[in-house]
C-alpha cells in the first residue's frame, strides 16, 4: 500500500444519530502500518491505517475510500481518551 494524500470515508450513522443518510467526510492518511490494542481484548491489532477523517461510533466497519473511490481500508477504532473527537482514527487495510 502507497501513502495517498486524500482519502474519502462513507458513512451511514448520522442518519441515526442526526436523520442524515449517505454522509462523506474526507481526511488525510497520516500514518501507515500503526499498531493499536484492541478495546474488546488488549490484543495488539497491527499494520493499521491512521487517518483524521472524522470516525464516529457508529462507523466501525464502514468503508475508507481513497480519492478515486478505491476501497483501502475498514473503519476500526478512533483515539479518544476524553470521550470526544481528537481527529485519530484507524482503519484496517483491505490488503491485509
Known amino acids: ?4 494524500a486524500n482519502k474519502l470515508k462513507l458513512v ?3 442518519r441515526t444519530y442526526f436523520g442524515l443518510d449517505h454522509t462523506l467526510t474526507t481526511g488525510v ?3 501507515l502500518r500503526r499498531e493499536i490494542s484492541s478495546a474488546a481484548t488488549g490484543r ?3 499494520d493499521v491505517i ?3 477523517a472524522a ?3 457508529g462507523n466501525s466497519g464502514g468503508p475508507l475510500l481513497d480519492s478515486s473511490g478505491n476501497l483501502i481500508g475498514i473503519n476500526t477504532a478512533i483515539y479518544s481518551p476524553s470521550g ?3 481527529g485519530v482514527g484507524f482503519s484496517i487495510p483491505v490488503d491485509t
Open 12 to 14: 451511514n450513522p448520522n
Open 84 to 86: 470526544a473527537s481528537s
Open 55 to 57: 470516525i464516529n461510533p
Open 44 to 46: 495488539p491489532i497491527q
Open 50 to 52: 491512521q487517518t483524521d
Open 29 to 31: 492518511i497520516s500514518g
Open 1 to 4: 500500500m502507497f501513502m495517498r
